[in-house]
T-cell receptor, first 113, second 115 residues
Framework: QQQVKQSPQSLIVQKGGISIINCAYE??????FPWYQQFPGKGPALLIA?????SEKKEGRFTISFNKSAKQFSLHIMDSQPGDSATYFC????????????FGTGTRLQVTL | NAGVMQNPRHLVRRRGQEARLRCSPM?????VYWYRQLPEEGLKFMVY????????ESGMPKERFSAEFPKEGPSILRIQQVVRGDSAAYFC?????????????FGEGSRLTVL
């Protein structure tokens, strides 16, 4: 019940295209859903995050869509650029003193010229 | 403001030796998390600590692994009697609040190779 399932495992998108990564969760107690971006040899860095009281959040070219009833959320990268090539992780967390992030398995995105 | 500092960045150990990984959180951060990343896999939670306290160690293997975050100094992840399956990247993250309310800042990781 603590799992976060992420797909696809890898994704190739042409420059200027839209990259879409999907995640699904089971634990209805999750109330915080961040996306992290990781470049090779580096640690993950927060990209954008959403809470269940909104269905969409947009920051620049990055948008999270959230579907509470389906227990799914997705990351859309508009006008994808070669510099976006990285591994993306979705995550989820619950409120509580022992709060921790549960991560998806990651999506390796490659944006081609 | 320096980021989360992890050392060593790379560590090679032979089977049976001990590995000690250190993490200095960002200044002002009192919440520290350790995650393990196996090749081609996601990050698996290991342990969540606040100063001098282990809050959640549900992701820690029951044997050979221990973690601490003393009042002074860095957080330490200790792996005793390492085995080949311990080879992984170990990431430390810190925050000024619990993980569901604020951003976790990750270090660049410590990559452990067990020969």
């Amino acid at each position: 019940q603590q799992q976060v399932k992420q797909s696809p495992q890898s994704l190739i998108v042409q420059k200027g295209g839209i990259s879409i990564i999907n995640c699904a969760y089971e634990n209805t107690a999750f109330d915080y859903f961040p996306w992290y971006q990781q470049f090779p040899g580096k640690g993950p860095a927060l990209l954008i995050a959403i809470r269940p009281d909104v269905s969409e959040k947009k920051e620049g070219r990055f948008t999270i869509s959230f579907n509470k009833s389906a227990k799914q959320f997705s990351l859309h990268i508009m006008d994808s650029q070669p510099g976006d090539s990285a591994t993306y992780f979705c995550a989820a967390s619950t409120t509580g003193t022992a709060s921790k992030l549960t991560f998806g398995t990651g999506t390796r995105l490659q944006v081609t010229l | 403001n320096a980021g989360v500092m992890q050392n060593p960045r790379h560590l090679v150990r032979r089977r049976g030796q001990e590995a000690r990984l250190r993490c200095s959180p960002m200044k002002g951060h009192s919440h520290v998390y350790w995650y393990r990343q196996l090749p081609e896999e996601g990050l698996k939670f290991m342990v969540y600590l606040q100063k001098e306290n282990i809050i959640d160690e549900s992701g820690m293997p029951k044997e050979r692994f221990s973690a601490e975050f003393p009042k002074e100094g860095p957080s330490i992840l200790r792996i005793q009697q390492v085995v080949r399956g311990d080879s992984a990247a170990y990431f430390c993250a810190s925050s000024d609040r619990a993980a569901n309310t604020g951003e976790l800042f990750f270090g660049e990781g410590s990559r452990l190779t067990v020969l």
